[in-house]
């Protein structure tokens, strides 16, 4: 089943252009991308020119497979949108990368910038990225971030914090940060960085290996944090059944690792295991479903190739002892955010992943048999927008983030009839 999951959603064509996470202005500075940033950028201007440009206040009907849908923008003028949630009462939270953090009410008014949230190192990828709800929010009003923080010395890292916002709304108080990803690195690329709550309470946050040799070959050393998924309490301190507790030759928070760049993350609403997708490099981006303990093979073996044209180590695609993905796609989608569809808003898209794509400017909406990919869809592709993250509200209909530096956008899809 796993062999054919991969082989439906997979092609054997590759991008004629290396970019890293297939995200060229992110990576702008790494050598050998400026070719790629040109031509993604020229590709782009034709997708918008042909596409119908929506206003605040326009509604579009859109055909999808499985009927039409509504599409809206609720906001706009946002920098850089990274992450998305809902709030109980259906009012929208979202960070922006250059560290601001903002409400958008259900009547679409967007706030201020929230006071309190904590320094971020603003370089190439990093910022402030996730932002979640906290399960007991409407007891405890606790948001969560995961963004690149800054250290003394000029490096940086995945950091996890958490704070209360206060009663108006305004600001998040009695921040405290819960886990720091070590060691940290002067880079600008591959941070990861979501924050999943599991059914049990316990969260887990996804983090990238950092890009450059020689740090990317610690995804497969156990006792560092890069290129590794993690379990934590709430606290910040390990589950006492994490897979690697008790071994001295391993953080005790690890629960995966062989990991690249994952930037998405859900739970399964049947099995409540975590799924994930994650960036390869020049094609090869995976869906995974992290076992406790797994090895993902990062960079020992790729799905895809090196931004050179050169093979991923010794040019495999799997080894023994190494865990194979539940799917892959090459030409790269650039996976960022996820999330499973469960609500009757959608009546055709129930059990459904919804997988938000940078360079696909797409929604992938992904059909599944269990643990198999058997058929999947774009939505919303010809609007020609990098799309960050995408989330379900309260009310079954889908939200989701436009990647623009200066215009960034929160669209809305509803059912259309």
Known sequence: MVGSAIAMVSTTSVPIHPTVELDAKDAVKTA????GRMALT???????????????AQTRTVGTEKGPLLLSVVARGLAQPWGVDLLPNGAIIVTEKPGRLRIVDPEGNLSAPLGGVPPVAVVGQGGLLDVTVDPAFASNRL?????????SDGANSTAVAHGRLSADGTTLEDVTVIFRQL???????????????????????TLGERFHRPWREQAQ????????????????????????IGRDDALPELWSYGHRNVQGGAIHPGTGKLWISEHGPRGGDELN???PGGNYGWPLVSHGVEYSGRPVGRGRRWAPGLEEPIATWTPAIAPSGMTFYTDRAFPGWQGNLLVSGLRARAILRLELDGESVVHEERLIADEG??????????????????????????????PGG
């Open 42 to 56: 020229l590709v782009a201007s034709v997708l918008l020119l042909g596409a119908p440009e929506l206003s605040r």
């Open 32 to 35: 050998g991308e400026h070719l």
């Open 183 to 205: 060691p940290r690195y002067p880079g600008r690329l591959h941070f990861g960085a979501r924050v999943v709550f599991a059914r049990d309470g316990t969260l887990f946050v």
């Open 143 to 151: 948001l969560w971030l995961a963004y690149s923080e800054p250290a």
């Open 385 to 414: 927008h990098r799309i960050r993250d995408v989330a379900v509200g309260p009310d079954g209909v889908v939200y989701a983030l436009t990647d623009d530096d200066q215009d960034g956008r929160i669209l809305r899809l509803a």
């Open 289 to 291: 479903i992290p076992k």
């Open 221 to 244: 050393d156990l006792r560092s944090h890069l290129g590794k998924v993690v379990r934590l309490q709430p606290d910040g301190t390990a589950p006492s059944d994490n897979p690697f």
